[in-house]
């Protein structure tokens, strides 16, 4: 069965710089979430998308932004990268008209790592 | 806003029962989940309650008292390769976030 697909695996990127992640979300799913997590701790809801529209934002920096495009993958923006963006990012799909609680599937995470 | 508790680490050895317990605090209540997470790896949906009582999915179980704000996942037989992070998690309101607990590691030994 398909899978979420993030690109890149590994990104390593200096301070101040910019950097793109990319989410491909499992075909007709139609929420995309993304996800920092820090070494030893849990996934933070950074924001998602429904329909191609932000549905939801969390502890999103500003220097960070995110849209979903018309064939419903995804991409996440990060400029003036600090070292605290050091982590592991995820995307995750899902089917709302499975309810609150559909499962969220994630892909196998962007590692950042900034210098 | 929502909160939810584990306990930081579980250590148990191969063949046991392991319980991970979960209690949370919610403005609104619409089920508890539970994910599986290696290290390095991506987290992974393992069951999910809405109502309470046991739902069963192989070894693992997971339970739900919506009275007691509380709910447990089981895992037996254990095996090495159990040996994850175990995070339960909720809906956000509005639906489209899952807010997830701050996990529980579980050490699986021979």
Redesign the interface.
């Known amino acids: 069965a398909a899978g979420v697909i993030q690109s890149p695996r590994h990104l390593i990127k200096e301070k101040r710089e910019t950097a793109t992640l990319k989410c491909y979300p499992i075909p007709r799913h139609d929420t995309v979430y993304w996800y920092q997590q820090g070494p030893g701790q849990d996934p933070q809801f950074l924001i998602s998308f429904y329909e191609k529209m932000q549905s939801d934002k969390g502890s999103i920096p500003d220097r960070f932004s995110a849209q979903q495009f018309s064939d419903y993958h995804s991409e996440l923006n990060m400029s003036s990268l600090e070292l605290g963006d050091s982590a592991l990012y995820f995307c995750a799909s899902s089917l709302r008209a499975g309810g609150r609680n559909s499962p969220l599937h994630f892909g196998n995470g962007t590692r950042l790592t900034v210098t | 806003g929502q909160s939810l508790e584990q306990p930081s680490e579980v250590t148990a050895v191969e063949g046991a029962i392991v319980q991970i317990n979960c209690t949370y605090q919610t403005s609104g209540f619409?089920?508890l989940?539970w994910?599986q997470q290696h290290d390095g790896?991506?987290?992974?949906?393992l069951s999910?309650n809405?109502l309470d009582g046991l739902e069963e999915t192989g070894r693992f179980s997971s339970f739900l008292s919506r009275s007691d704000s509380y709910g447990y996942l089981l895992l037996q037989e254990l095996q090495m390769k159990d040996s994850a992070s175990y995070?339960c998690a909720v809906?956000?309101a509005?639906?489209?976030?899952?807010?997830?607990?701050?996990?529980t590691r579980l050490f699986v030994k021979a």
């Open positions: 619409y089920g989940s994910y790896g991506a987290p992974t949906f999910y809405a995070f809906p956000g509005g639906g489209f976030k899952t807010i997830f607990g701050a996990g």
